[in-house]
């Protein structure tokens, strides 16, 4: 696999000048390294993010870690099994963990929880030049919410089960009978290969929460590589 960088327009402009420098900034998509390379350097940001835990006035501030293990005396179910603790406030400290490219923090209030997300981690994102998808960050919350567009329930007798939220559903459903409506058309002139992708790339979510639903993409797949 080759790669390359087109600097006509940047030779043309620095016309005269010895030496042309250009840095790469993206890691390549399929490349055996970019995995390790990107949680690398995320992980280095962490490090970052959260600075030093025994400084006071830290929103992370933690000076002990407390372990909740089943049949221990102290064994608390309502507590994590391992987890980090605040003696100077005497409550759990924040906290914020990492999905590929997903954060979740959590706090003891509302308020630290708000502080931690916006304030702590978000700046410092943007301080290294990492993205960060606001409008992915909802409420805290002590009820969980939709994660990657799933939800968890437990039914009572039946066990646990992951659902797509409502809305995602109906629009799942949507797209499937506007194209077999469309495609069921005696005379069909041209088909929108970009709105097809795009719908093709909602159904692959999807079926990230209904793996039953991978066969059927193959349909769509064929139809939008022909």
Known sequence: ?????????????????????????????????????????FALSEEIIVGDHLEIGNLFYWDKVIL?????KEYDPTMPRVYRWNSKQNRMACFFGTYIDDIRTRGPTKASCNKATSRRVASRINYLGQQDAAQKRGQPAQQPRAWA?????????NGLYVFSTQE???????????????LSKEKLDTVSFSELERDVGFLVHIR???????????????TMKS
Do not use: H
């Open 149 to 157: 567009g799933a939800k968890c329930c437990s039914l009572e007798g």
């Open 208 to 222: 990230r929460t209904y793996p039953a639903v991978f066969p059927y993409l193959k349909g769509f797949y064929n």
């Open 68 to 72: 909740n293990l089943p049949g221990t």
């Open 1 to 41: 696999m080759y790669a390359g960088v087109d600097v006509t327009e940047v030779a043309e402009a620095a016309a005269g000048a010895k030496r042309i420098l250009k840095r790469w900034t993206r890691t390549l998509m399929g490349f055996k390294s970019s995995p390790f390379v990107c949680t690398q350097t």
């Open 168 to 182: 995602k559903w109906v629009k799942a459903q949507t797209m499937v009978l506007k194209w077999n409506k469309l």
